[in-house]
């Protein structure tokens, strides 16, 4: 079983930027596709970025050019630069990791609170 946990959330104006981090207690390096989600306030979660293990990368269209996702499997951590941020990004982000390709989202972590204000 590998543990999740989100960092970085926070409060930050709109145009400004935040870096979250997914520290895993495992290793990721066999890990298939490593991904952020997120949850807006009274919405359904939305897929907001993938990495997978082959280096493919891809986005949400409201988020493509402003966040970018990266994975370190040498430290067990994925990241996702989030730059000129807006009130419409404010969410709960959430990590996952999909272990065998063609399976479902696996581990989840916990969520990590990004609010953007206007």
């Known amino acids: 079983q590998v543990q999740l946990v989100e960092s970085g959330g926070g409060l930050v104006q709109a145009g400004g930027s935040l870096r979250l981090s997914c520290a895993a207690s495992?290793?990721?390096?066999?890990?298939?596709?490593m991904g952020w989600y997120r949850q807006p306030p009274g919405k359904q979660r939305e897929l907001v970025a993938t990495?997978?293990?082959?280096?493919?990368?891809n986005y949400a269209d409201s988020v493509k050019g402003r966040f970018a996702i990266s994975r370190d499997n040498a430290k067990n951590t994925v990241y996702l630069q989030m730059n000129n941020l807006k009130p419409d990004d404010t969410a709960v982000y959430y990590c996952?990791?999909?272990?065998?390709?063609?399976?479902?989202?696996?581990?989840w972590g916990q969520g990590t609170q990004v609010t953007v204000s206007s």
């Open positions: 996952a990791a999909v272990t065998i390709r063609g399976s479902s989202w696996r581990y």
């Open positions: 495992g290793s990721i390096s066999g890990f298939n596709t």
């Open positions: 990495f997978t293990s082959g280096g493919s990368t």
